[in-house]
């Protein structure tokens, strides 16, 4: 759902141009996906690493600091007088954590849930 506001946003920027009012509205759109995806993604983290919760809890902050220090200068190089920068990134990052996700945790088979084998 939140790769779909994402795409939304994107396309406001492409087809419908530059305004105030429709890129806070679908910023405001992927940003409570995002909001609502957030404590899902820590829990999920902290149930993997639930041998050391203190380790996983680092991993995890300290990733998402790390990560966000690297997109931040991106939309920077694709320019300034859009907010498609902005968008493409975020699109990027979203699209990156759902392969991830399909990589990684693999729901589909139990892995990543308590008792799961």
Do not use: N
Not at 21 to 30: K, M, Q, S
Not at 38 to 52: C, E, I, K, V, Y
Not at 63 to 87: K, N, W, Y
Request: glycine share 14%; with cysteine.
């Amino acid at each position: 759902m939140v790769l779909a506001r994402a795409v939304a946003q994107v396309l406001h920027v492409v087809l419908v141009g530059e305004s105030f009012a429709g890129t806070w509205i679908t910023l405001f759109a992927v940003l409570w996906g995002i909001g609502m995806l957030f404590p899902a993604t820590m829990s999920l983290g902290q149930t993997l690493g639930r041998a050391t919760p203190g380790a996983a809890s680092a991993l995890l902050g300290g990733l998402q600091f790390a990560l966000g220090a690297l997109a931040s200068p991106l939309v920077g190089l694709f320019g300034e007088d859009s907010s498609l920068p902005m968008a493409l990134v975020m699109l990027g990052a979203l699209a990156l954590t759902a392969a991830a996700l399909c990589a990684l945790v693999r729901p589909w088979r139990g892995h990543g849930e308590i008792g799961a084998r």
